[in-house]
């Protein structure tokens, strides 16, 4: 049975995202105990920090014998961070569901031995109020930016990397900008331009990414006709712009990791950005990200 308080969501893009996640955290936290005096783990949509998953049922086989639906309960990306060895010094929590951080704080409670903070609200406003008020000279962090959907602005892009302290991975919501950003440009009303300007820190998107359309002709010569704009943009496009405008603001980011990794349409892209630009310090980060991300791929994207 299912309480008030379960998560469910996920299916195999969820696995690969917390895998790639988790294993980053180990490697950062081993390789920068020793060099700072604190570092923390920030997680801007932390969901109840487990999660409920539907498994479907079997039929029968002259073999094995059918399998009935199940829920199992396995681990979020916060109760992951939790698990880290060696650990985090503070784990900052925020979810705007009052329901979920109900059931973070339960998971504070069962760690009385840990610095644990919730924060019940809206995460741009949490991060761009306050991220840049910490001393981060001695401090370190990974940030975990998972947003339900379109949630995260650019403002809060900007926030993050001028603490020049922090790791982010960013599941950036790919299927948001290619319904938002139609394919022809009358099709995107105020509401869309604002969501899109919000998400990408720029209005000049429209310019970057529509190109006219050449009018159509009839056997005596072109047609009168308004002039068209259509996105010149497919799927992998919009990711470049992401990753070029993602750029503007961060010293390393590396390619992402398209989610889900074998169906199509391509729905996310798992985004890593590092905000120390140190050159040891992007060697570092690019070297684990970039470890991890192409044994992610090797692991569950077959050769084309």
């Known amino acids: 049975m299912m309480s008030l308080n379960d998560h469910e969501f996920g299916g195999q893009h969820t696995e690969i995202k917390l ?5 980053y955290l180990k490697a950062y936290s081993i390789a920068l105990r ?53 650990k985090f010094d503070r784990l900052i929590f925020m979810d705007r569901k009052q329901a979920h951080c109900t059931a973070l704080e339960g998971l504070k409670s069962s760690h009385p031995d840990r610095d644990i903070h919730v924060l019940n609200g809206d995460a741009n406003t949490f991060i761009q109020e306050n ?47 290619y319904r938002q950003a139609a ?15 919000n998400m990408l820190g720029t209005d000049e998107w429209e310019a970057e990414l529509y190109s006219p359309v050449p009018p159509s002709t009839d056997l005596l010569g072109e047609l009168d006709a308004p002039e068209e704009r259509q996105r010149n943009a497919d799927v992998a496009g919009l990711e470049a712009y992401v990753k070029r405008r993602l750029e503007t603001i961060f010293p390393l980011v590396a390619d992402p990791f398209p989610l889900p990794p074998q169906r199509r349409p391509q729905r996310f892209s798992l985004f890593f950005a590092a905000s120390n630009p140190s050159p040891k310090a992007i060697e570092l980060a690019n070297r684990f990200a970039r470890h991890i991300i192409d044994a992610g791929i090797s692991s569950h994207v077959r050769p084309r």
């Open 19 to 23: 895998e790639i996640v988790e294993k």
């Open 34 to 86: 020793r060099k700072f005096n604190s570092l923390w783990y920030i997680d801007a949509f932390a969901g109840t920090g487990s999660r409920t998953v539907r498994i479907e049922a079997k039929d029968g086989d002259l073999f094995d014998e059918p399998v009935p639906e199940r829920v199992e309960s396995r681990r979020g990306s916060a109760k992951i961070a939790l698990d880290i060895e060696p």
């Open 131 to 177: 991220i840049n008020r910490v001393s981060w000279s001695s401090r370190r962090a990974i940030m975990f930016l998972d947003p339900y959907g379109m949630e995260v602005a650019w403002e809060t892009l900007q926030a993050i990397a001028r603490t020049k302290a922090i790791d982010l991975w960013f599941l950036f919501p790919l299927s948001g900008l």
């Open 183 to 197: 394919r022809n440009i009358s099709a995107v009303d105020a509401t869309k331009r604002k969501a899109l300007t």
